[in-house]
């Protein structure tokens, strides 16, 4: 499967499974708007939210490079075998967490920054959320193993199945149950998630088998060497959800809730294509270092930074220009509980959320390209330095941002740490890319600069239509005035991928 086709396939059920997520938030809104119920929930959801972040990406990281390698030499045995011992290892590990979570939830609550009747509630929720971290342990490993076959599409479709089911779940349990409901219904889609990719395992030949034989075991004792940090250096990117939660909550009630919203919104571009290039493009990199064919790994590197920057450069201007009509078309609502100020509190944590679009992107590929090196040290170096970055950032914009200063701490260590791992890689293998990155990057953000202008031109005229228009007309606008420049300025890029997607719709359906 070629980069572009896995990412297609990725980017549309991502699509589909972010905005069955936003019916979900929006349900929330609704309900609960920016009160003490909503800052309890989204406090309590950073616990299997932030887990979801960490482990497929870790167990992703150290088992796709031994796999791959175990496939390319046709090793069905040893490759069956490791996927017993991983699996009976990642059960036993992720069972006991889930019973000492369960059992620390109020004690959880507090450590977060939660006091009184808010704490209370976060560690109730808390309780019924963690059996879905088992779910979301197993599923990392059932992910890896099946994107080691270069397949992708059965684990992009757990984020559908997971929206769809807690969709459901909830609609079916919060009026009898309240916030607890949304807890149980949580739960229920990590589980629908990870159902879906057992035909696939079996497919690819691999039973529901465990096995204990860990002695010895090179391959686990290389993966074991490596997971270490990596948990570490995943745990420390991740540090900052639970800092937001902390800093924020002494901002009064109803912050926490107003920069969930914001991030709900600012995830949707960074899940789709980020998650869409950096998937297919891991198992590529490992590939090519295994081989020594490290000129195509920086080809590869460079195209995927150069994607990237085109796509994240036009979603955060225009979400600092178009949060407003956004906010509003997804979560107000007549009688909804998402007032005018959650509106105001949610527009200016995405504004600053924004900031950090690419700079987040660019950490995680560039991070993917060290563990392809097997250098998993030097990420969790630079995740901790940015970790102190975002603590002195929060600190020093708090005072005159409130909770907008948090969101722009973020997106300041988000550019930091992509920087640094830039230039390190850079001396490890020589520099990543060529004259024509750099121009590539010069016409994407002169055709930035231009969209932005023709959308700061035309706001006030839309503001007088509805939110639905105002969305629908800029947004559209504002992507064909960005692909007309790209045009004119004969970007390869715009074109490659065009005839690429042209090709492929015109291709005649088996």
């Known amino acids: ?17 972010r905005l069955l997520g936003f019916i979900r938030t929006m349900y929330v809104s609704d309900l609960y708007g920016t009160g003490a119920a909503a800052d309890a929930y989204f406090t309590a959801l950073t616990i299997p939210m932030t887990l979801f972040m960490v482990i497929p990406g870790a167990i992703n990281a150290v088992l796709i490079p031994t796999m791959r390698g175990l ?44 006091t009184g009747q808010r704490a209370a509630l976060t ?30 599409f059965t684990p992009a479709l757990g984020t559908v199945t997971n929206g769809a089911v807690v969709i459901v779940a909830m609609y079916a349990l919060v009026p009898a149950y309240g916030p607890v409901g949304l807890a149980i219904a949580t739960t229920l889609g990590y589980i629908a998630a990870a159902v879906p990719m057992l035909p696939t395992l079996k497919r ?17 004792k290389g993966m074991g060497e490596r997971v270490i940090p990596i948990m570490i250096g995943s745990c420390i990117s991740q ?23 914001a991030n709900q919104i600012f995830q949707l571009p960074l899940g789709i294509f980020v998650g869409a290039f950096t998937l297919p493009l891991f198992p590529l990199l490992a590939s090519y270092v295994k081989r020594g064919e490290m000129n195509l790994m920086k080809d590869t590197l460079q195209k995927g930074l150069a994607y990237l920057w085109m796509l994240m450069l036009p979603v955060t201007i225009g979400m600092i220009l178009f949060g407003e009509p956004v906010i509003r078309l997804f979560f107000v ?27 987040l992107a660019a950490r995680d590929l560039l991070t993917r390209a060290f563990y392809a090196l097997d250098n998993t040290r030097t990420p969790v170096t630079i995740g901790a330095c940015g970790i102190l970055v975002y603590i002195a950032s929060a600190y020093a914009g708090i005072p005159s941002l409130g909770h907008g200063g948090i969101a722009l701490a973020a997106s300041i260590s988000a550019w930091f740490q992509a920087v640094l791992l830039f230039i390190l890689l850079a001396k490890r293998i020589g520099t990543p890319v060529r004259r024509s990155f750099l121009l590539t990057c010069g016409k994407v953000t002169v055709a930035g600069i231009v969209m932005g202008a023709a959308l700061w031109a035309v706001k006030p005229f839309l503001s007088h239509f509805h939110v639905l228009v105002q969305t629908v007309v800029g947004i559209g606008g504002a992507a064909i005035v960005y692909a007309v420049v790209l045009i004119l300025l004969r970007e390869s890029m715009i074109f490659d991928v065009a005839s690429k997607f042209l090709k492929r719709a015109s291709r005649p359906s088996k």
Not at 3 to 17: C, D, E, M, P, R
Not at 74 to 93: C, D, I, N, P, S
Not at 123 to 141: D, H, K, N
Not at 239 to 261: C, D, H, M, P, V
């Open 71 to 114: 496939i390319e030499r046709k090793a069905e045995g040893e490759r069956e075998a490791l996927y017993g011992k991983m699996l009976a290892m990642v059960t036993l590990f992720f069972l006991v967490l889930c019973a000492a979570g369960t059992a620390l939830s109020p004690q959880i609550a507090g450590w977060i920054g939660m």
């Open 1 to 17: 499967m070629s980069v572009l086709k896995a990412a297609t396939s990725i980017v549309a059920l991502t699509l589909l499974g």
């Open 123 to 152: 560690a109730e929720l808390l309780a019924w959320m963690w059996p879905s971290v088992f779910f979301i342990g197993v599923a990392g490993l059932w992910a890896s193993v099946i994107n080691a076959h270069q397949h992708f």
């Open 239 to 261: 540090a900052t959800t639970f800092l937001e939660r902390g800093l924020t909550a002494g901002l009064g009630e109803g912050k926490i809730a107003a920069l969930s919203y």
């Open 204 to 220: 690819f030949g691999y039973a529901t088998r465990f096995s204990f034989q860990w002695k010895e075991d090179e391959s686990l």
């Open 333 to 359: 609502r007549q009688g909804g509980k998402f007032d005018e100020t959650g509106v105001a509190w949610t527009v200016l944590g995405l504004a600053f959320y924004s900031l950090g679009l690419f700079g």
